[in-house]
């Protein structure tokens, strides 16, 4: 397993842009599938975006695509969530999650194998 460290939540003003970052312990990132997810209040943990091992494929929930964009550069072990456009019902706890089960679409959730990180807190509110 790979531990994962989020940074970058915060509050933001509505049209506002995020960037989010994981930072991945482990040699083996490069051969990780790896994705966020986020949680609001009262509501279940949803996919918002996910990454295949070399970064060529990438899928998006349809709620943020086309505003947020998922990124990784594997010399750094680091995946990114950039996020524009941020609406006030994009504010939850954004987790990071990997998975030696390489990303393959929109359904993509960690195995019991994989790995999460402790969440960041976005907020947008004017």
């Known amino acids: 397993q790979v531990q994962l460290v989020e940074s970058g939540g915060g509050l933001v003003q509505p049209g506002g842009s995020l960037r989010l970052s994981c930072a991945a312990s482990?040699?083996?990132?490069?051969?990780?599938?790896m994705g966020w997810f986020r949680q609001a209040p009262g509501k279940e943990r949803e996919f918002v975006a996910a990454?295949?091992?070399?970064?060529?494929?990438?899928y998006y929930a349809d709620s943020v695509k086309g505003r947020f964009t998922i990124s990784r550069d594997n010399a750094k072990n680091t995946v990114y969530l950039q996020l524009n456009s941020l609406k006030p019902e994009d504010t939850a706890v954004y987790y990071c999650?990997?998975?030696?089960?390489?990303?393959?679409?929109?359904?993509?959730?960690?195995?019991?194998?994989?790995?999460w990180g402790q969440g960041t807190q976005v907020t947008v509110s004017s």
């Open positions: 999650a990997g998975d030696q089960l390489n990303a393959y679409g929109s359904s993509w959730y960690p195995t019991s194998s994989g790995s």
């Open positions: 482990g040699r083996t990132f490069s051969q990780y599938g």
């Open positions: 990454i295949s091992w070399s970064g060529v494929r990438r």
